[in-house]
């Protein structure tokens, strides 16, 4: 069993940058994350191959950038020009085995999550 810890959430400002970040226990092939705001479905924000591999959400492509130390088994989300659309849980999430993906089913372990507000 994989633990994930993430770390990083916070409040900012409209326009502002926060830093996400998420320690996997064992080993992994993909990890990425996941959001989710109130009231409203979990969505995927972006995830990252264990051989460099990116895939954004369209709104995620922009301003956010996922990066992640493969020997360390951690990832992290820099966010920026943040909006108080992006206010909402932030989850990571991790895939033992297959390709990258925006689908919630193919991940084998979830974090926490960690909040993040953006208002003003």
């Known amino acids: 069993q994989v633990q994930l810890v993430e770390s990083g959430g916070g409040s900012v400002q409209p326009g502002g940058s926060l830093s996400l970040s998420c320690a996997a226990s064992?080993?992994?092939?993909?990890m990425g994350w996941y959001r989710q705001a109130t009231g409203k479905q979990r969505e995927f924000v972006a995830a990252l191959s264990s051989g460099g591999f990116a895939f954004y959400e369209d709104s995620a492509k922009v301003r956010f950038s996922i990066d992640r130390d493969v020997v360390k088994n951690t990832v992290s989300l820099d966010m920026s020009s943040l909006k108080p659309e992006d206010t909402a849980v932030y989850y990571c999430?991790?895939?033992?085995?297959?390709?990258?993906?925006?689908?919630?089913?193919?991940?084998?372990?979830w974090g926490q999550g960690t909040q993040v507000t953006v208002s003003s």
């Open positions: 064992g080993r992994i092939f993909v």
């Open positions: 999430a991790a895939r033992r085995f297959g390709g990258v993906s925006r689908r919630a089913t193919d991940y084998d372990y």
